[in-house]
Nanobody, 119 residues
Framework: QVQLVESGGGLVQAGGSLRLTCAAS??????MAWFRQAPGKEREWVTF???????DYAESVKGRFTISRSQAKTTVWLQMNSLQSEDTAVYYC???????????????WGQGTQVTVSS
């Protein structure tokens, strides 16, 4: 079972940047993704990177967020620029064998890291 640990969250002013890190306990043939959940809202997909390197982003973050991965495929980063108050949420890393823009197919989850953007 792959265990995921996120880090890098915090408080940032609107327009600022943060870089989140997701460290996997082992290399696995899984795709990886970032989701986020704001208070009172459903967990929503943000971005994914497939095992072979295909990438996609939610429209709300396109052009501002960048996902990347280590060569060993055990670490994934989420670079977040031009942060807005609407980006405030708990950010979760996910891994799994099925590539999807919804949460259900993802089998492994981290504990989440809080990102708060002050306006």
């Amino acid at each position: 079972q792959v265990q995921l640990v996120e880090s890098g969250g915090g408080l940032v002013q609107a327009g600022g940047s943060l870089r989140l890190t997701c460290a996997a306990s082992m290399r696995s043939p899984y795709h990886m993704a970032w989701f986020r959940q704001a208070p009172g809202k459903e967990r929503e997909w943000v971005t994914f990177i497939s095992w072979d390197g295909s990438i996609d982003y939610a429209e709300s973050v396109k052009g501002r967020f960048t996902i990347s991965r280590s060569q060993a495929k055990t670490t994934v980063w989420l670079q977040m620029n031009s942060l807005q108050s609407e980006d405030t949420a708990v950010y979760y890393c996910a891994a799994g064998p099925i590539l999807a823009r919804s949460r259900e197919p993802w089998t492994n989850w981290g504990q989440g890291t809080q990102v708060t953007v002050s306006s």
